[in-house]
Nanobody, 116 residues
Framework: QVQLVESGGGLVQAGGSLRLSCAAS????????MAWYRQAPGKQRELVAT???????NYADSAKGRFTISRDNAKSTVYLQMNSLKPDDTGVYYC??????????WGQGILVTVSS
């Protein structure tokens, strides 16, 4: 059974930091591209960051310079370090594992709220 479990969300003031974690099971973690998405109320889900099996990363323009995605294959965990948080970063953050062509696994989501 594929399972992705996010943790580390919560309430933080603007300018603060949070680190999200996503623990994966039921997949061969080391060969999968992993990603973080987020969804704000009334908006569609958007891609925040990706990291390939080899460690190559990509970021949404809104995340560049502030967020860092990383992975620990020994722990089957992907992280999203979020610094200099803004109220616009508020939303539900989802961990995603790319398992194949048009096939993904999703976590349940975790709420991040940034207050001004």
């Amino acid at each position: 059974q594929v399972q992705l479990v996010e943790s580390g969300g919560g309430l933080v003031q603007a300018g603060g930091s949070l680190r999200l974690s996503c623990a994966a099971s039921g997949i061969i973690f080391s060969i999968n591209t992993m990603a973080w998405y987020r969804q704000a109320p009334g908006k569609q889900r958007e891609l925040v960051a990706t990291i390939t099996a080899s460690g190559s990363t990509n970021y949404a323009d809104s995340a560049k310079g502030r967020f860092t995605i990383s992975r620990d294959n020994a722990k089957s965990t992907v992280y999203l370090q979020m610094n200099s948080l803004k109220p616009d970063d508020t939303g539900v953050y989802y961990c995603n594992a790319h398992l194949g062509v048009l096939t993904s696994a999703w976590g349940q989501g975790i709420l991040v709220t940034v207050s001004s």
